[in-house]
């Protein structure tokens, strides 16, 4: 219908070592793509989104996983999403990455690698997050008494598209989530 928007969504996630890019017409999905490499985001993420253009050229919006994850890794999506929607005008909209761990259990937490051999976690119930997120050792999140899922605790999981995109019309998050400074530092403060 004439004058009518019709809601296409761009969804990126670059919280882990996978970058993820999906297209959504309303919750009807479009497009679904990946690339596996923790240090691949930034050649990735345009090839991956360039693909999804090819099969809708009119978004609406942009959702994009805020973290918690790498430094780098999530620099790369927040600042791709940000930008895209810039500069065609559009909004976009931020989301915990945590948050689109797709999990069939009532009490749970979720898990992520934080490489220095720590974990990004957060707990669930039903679905809503009630704690977190957090970053500790495996020894630490082992001694919680919940059901685990992802890295360290099974196959590894990553953030689901759809429900990224489901969680971003409860809920924003405007800034990275970072839990921990990066691992460069200015010269000056090296020791």
Same mark, same amino acid.
């Given at each position: 219908?004439?004058? @009518?928007?019709?809601?296409?969504?761009? +969804?990126?996630?670059?919280?882990?070592?996978?970058?993820?890019?999906?297209?959504?017409?309303?919750?009807?999905?479009?497009?679904?793509?990946?690339?596996?490499?923790?240090?691949?985001?930034?050649?990735?993420?345009?090839?991956?989104?360039?693909?999804?253009?090819?099969?809708?050229?009119?978004?609406?919006?942009?959702?994009?996983?805020?973290?918690?994850?790498?430094?780098?890794?999530?620099?790369?999506?927040?600042?791709?999403?940000?930008?895209?929607?810039?500069?065609?005008?559009?909004?976009?909209?931020?989301?915990?990455?945590?948050?689109?761990?797709?999990?069939?259990?009532?009490?749970?937490? +979720?898990?992520?690698?934080?490489?220095? *051999?720590?974990?990004?976690?957060? *707990?669930?119930?039903?679905?809503?997050?009630?704690?977190?997120?957090?970053?500790?050792?495996?020894?630490? @999140?082992?001694?919680?008494?919940?059901?685990?899922?992802?890295?360290?605790?099974?196959?590894?999981?990553?953030?689901?598209?759809?429900?990224?995109?489901?969680?971003?019309?409860?809920?924003?998050?405007?800034?990275?989530?970072?839990?921990?400074?990066?691992?460069?530092?200015?010269?000056?403060?090296? *020791?």
């Amino acid at each position: 219908m004439a004058g @009518v928007l019709t809601l296409i969504s761009l +969804v990126i996630d670059t919280a882990t070592d996978r970058t993820s890019v999906a297209l959504f017409h309303r919750n009807e999905l479009l497009f679904d793509g990946y690339h596996d490499g923790a240090t691949a985001h930034a050649e990735a993420l345009p090839k991956l989104v360039s693909d999804a253009l090819a099969v809708e050229k009119n978004i609406n919006q942009v959702v994009v996983g805020m973290g918690p994850g790498p430094f780098t890794g999530l620099r790369v999506g927040i600042v791709f999403a940000q930008s895209f929607a810039q500069a065609r005008n559009i909004a976009w909209r931020g989301v915990c990455s945590l948050d689109g761990f797709d999990v069939d259990a009532d009490e749970y937490i +979720v898990t992520s690698d934080a490489r220095r *051999k720590e974990l990004y976690w957060a *707990k669930y119930s039903k679905g809503e997050r009630t704690y977190g997120p957090q970053v500790s050792t495996p020894e630490h @999140v082992s001694e919680l008494p919940e059901k685990k899922f992802g890295f360290g605790f099974g196959p590894t999981i990553y953030p689901s598209m759809a429900l990224l995109l489901a969680k971003s019309q409860s809920t924003s998050v405007t800034q990275p989530i970072y839990l921990r400074r990066p691992d460069a530092v200015p010269t000056s403060e090296r *020791k």
